[in-house]
T-cell receptor
Framework: AQKITQTQPGMFVQEKEAVTLDCTYD???????LFWYKQPSSGEMIFLIY??????QNATEGRYSLNFQKARKSANLVISASQLGDSAMYFC????????????FGTGTSLTVIP | NAGVTQTPKFQVLKTGQSMTLQCAQD?????MSWYRQDPGMGLRLIHY???????DQGEVPNGYNVSRSTTEDFPLRLLSAAPSQTSVYFC??????????????FGPGTRLTVT
């Protein structure tokens, strides 16, 4: 079974609007972390935001926030006030304690910001 | 800090040739890993290491070998290149294999083509 599922291969958003990128995960571990990475067309992987399984508050980093719904096993990334530079691939990832803290990645969502 | 460095950036191999992709990090990270990225498939784990002298297989290890003689270096060897190994390869590192809250830092990637 897939550990991380990203069901939106491609998304479009108008500049200055907010957008939500979906991520669901599958784990029976109580201790895990959820991560979002951005990959622009230049190819590098950029860490955006982290949410721990024991964190009660949703994580925020500037214009990025993580909508963490533990019971539903979802960890959606919300980008507020989209900018042209946000156009990129976005990957959701999970790290579980029970599997030696390996990282599992989703297949990614391609976001295009329209001027 | 240079972070995670990878060499070469690009490589073309003929079927059956062998080569080593180099990866080094200067952050004293215990956890290091190799991924391949193919269109529509996200990042798939090839091999990983939780410290010098310790390596383990990931999701797609066939055709690849690794070793970890020092904390800093984690080379990936292609034993006999095949066209199916055409991909972009990323090396990554992270603090403490016992901690699930630490993000991975990625190298810039190596684009490998096997003809």
């Amino acid at each position: 079974a897939q550990k991380i599922t990203q069901t939106q291969p491609g998304m479009f958003v108008q500049e200055k609007e907010a957008v939500t990128l979906d991520c669901t995960y599958d784990t029976s571990d109580q201790s895990y972390g959820l991560f979002w990475y951005k990959q622009p067309s230049s190819g590098e992987m950029i860490f955006l935001i982290y949410q721990g399984s024991y964190d009660e508050q949703n994580a925020t980093e500037g214009r990025y926030s993580l909508n963490f719904q533990k019971a539903r096993k979802s960890a959606n990334l919300v980008i507020s006030a989209s900018q042209l530079g946000d156009s990129a691939m976005y990957f959701c990832a999970m790290r579980e304690r029970n599997t030696g803290n390996q990282f599992y990645f989703g297949t990614g969502t391609s976001l295009t910001v329209i001027p | 800090n240079a972070g995670v460095t990878q060499t070469p950036k690009f490589q073309v191999l003929k079927t059956g040739q062998s080569m080593t992709l180099q990866c080094a990090q200067d952050m004293n990270h215990e956890y290091m890993s190799w991924y391949r990225q193919d269109p529509g498939m996200g990042l798939r784990l090839i091999h990983y290491s939780v410290g010098a002298g310790i390596t383990d297989q990931g999701e797609v290890p066939n055709g690849y070998n690794v070793s970890r003689s020092t904390t800093e270096d984690f080379p990936l060897r292609l034993l006999s290149a095949a066209p199916s190994q055409t991909s972009v390869y990323f090396c990554a590192s992270s603090y403490s294999p016992s901690g699930f809250s630490y993000e991975q830092y990625f190298g810039p990637g190596t684009r490998l083509t096997v003809t």
